[in-house]
């Protein structure tokens, strides 16, 4: 992250609030942490404010891996990305103003070789004798061949810079794919689920279709990692991953929420169907046995719970992932293990009434 100049009286207050922080959390005095912190107390990254301050509010932990996974989704990933993004695009802007210029000469080129043929001709008409003609003919043959010469520098040239665009713009691709990518896992991060919840609602109002949201939560995760460490934590955040990816439809869109989180997008499903598939979802997982494959000890298995949520026309998306989310939390207080669906907002109005 690129900080402005500070004083150093700004700079100690920073590193001190981070440093406390990081104490009253409990966590380890790394160099992710503390510039996750330094980067919350500096308060430009708008992004990381916003999510740190909703997640205090939800009382989450702010454990190592959370933290690890806040900074390499808005420091790390954003700051390399931006960088790769912002050299790439120099290079192709240079690229693309080269080639207008070469189709500029060429232009240019065509105009006085078409000029020649024009003064040729009229010599032609002209001429009154054979060595006239002669001289005209060889004007012509070699205005075509000095022609012919630039269009063969040209067609390299532009092929050499089509090469190039071609290469970045690939970059570029790759770049935008990578900043869409949770690092861990492999499957969509949260930046990734943010842009694609939004075109998942604007499709759902144009065609008219059902839209539901999955939020998942592996269950003891955090008990889990502590007694088999963060290394096979990893694995299984992994596999989870996989599973869910391997369980929905090309349409779908499976992404690391965050954490031990993960949401899941099913458009073109409603409620009922989005419950199946989130059982379906569970049972596959539940039927997995974990092993660590450096000691080859069976670790048993873990367990997710989920809670679902069918998109209503005109719902704020806060609101719908608020749904999904508490009852994700229903699905944890019976037990874990399980899948809930949420009422409708109209469904709890008439509760109430």
């Known amino acids: 992250m690129d900080y402005d100049i500070i004083s150093k009286e700004d700079d100690v207050r920073i590193s001190d609030s981070a440093y406390r922080k990081i104490a009253a959390l409990d966590i380890q005095r790394t160099p992710v942490n503390y510039e996750l912190w330094y980067a919350y107390f500096y308060g430009q990254n708008a992004d990381l404010l916003k999510r740190i301050n909703q997640l205090t509010k939800e009382k989450q932990v702010f454990t190592n891996e959370l933290c690890r996974d806040l900074y390499y989704e808005f420091i790390d990933s954003t700051d390399i990305q931006k960088s790769v993004v912002e050299e790439t695009s120099g290079q192709l802007k240079d690229s693309l103003a080269d080639i207008m210029m070469m189709i500029d000469n060429a232009s240019n ?10 003064d040729s001709t009229a010599k032609l008409g002209s001429a ?18 000095t022609m012919m010469a630039e269009n063969k520098r040209l067609e390299d040239k532009l092929e050499k810079s089509a090469g190039q665009v071609k290469n970045l713009q690939e970059t570029l691709d790759n770049a935008r794919k990578e900043a869409l990518t949770d690092g861990l896992t492999g499957i969509a991060n949260r930046k990734c689920f943010d842009e694609e919840i939004e075109n998942k609602i604007n499709d759902a109002h144009n065609e008219d279709h059902k839209l539901c949201l999955l939020v998942i939560d592996i269950d003891y995760f955090k008990k889990f990692n502590d007694n088999y460490g963060h290394q096979v934590g990893d694995q299984v955040l992994k596999l989870v991953a996989n599973t869910l990816v391997n ?5 779908d869109l499976a992404a690391r929420y965050g954490g031990e989180e993960f949401a899941i997008l099913l ?49 704020p998306i806060e609101e719908w992932i608020e749904r999904a989310d508490k009852a994700l939390y229903k699905a944890k207080d019976q037990g874990r ?9 109209f469904t709890q109005l008439k509760k109430q009434v």
Request: charged content about 25%.
């Open 109 to 118: 080129s065509a105009k006085g070789y078409n000029s020649s043929l024009t």
């Open 267 to 315: 458009p073109e499903t409603p409620l009922n169907a989005a419950g199946k598939v989130a059982d379906g979802l569970r049972i596959r997982i539940a039927n997995k046995e974990i092993i660590n494959r450096a000691t080859d000890t069976n670790m048993g298995q873990i367990t997710i719970s989920v809670g679902v949520a069918e998109y209503q026309p005109g719902e």
């Open 128 to 145: 009154k004798t054979v060595e006239d003609i002669k001289a005209v003919v060889q004007s012509i043959v070699a205005e075509t061949k």
């Open 247 to 251: 369980g929905i439809k090309g349409r």
């Open 337 to 345: 293990n399980q899948v809930v669906t949420a009422d409708s907002p």
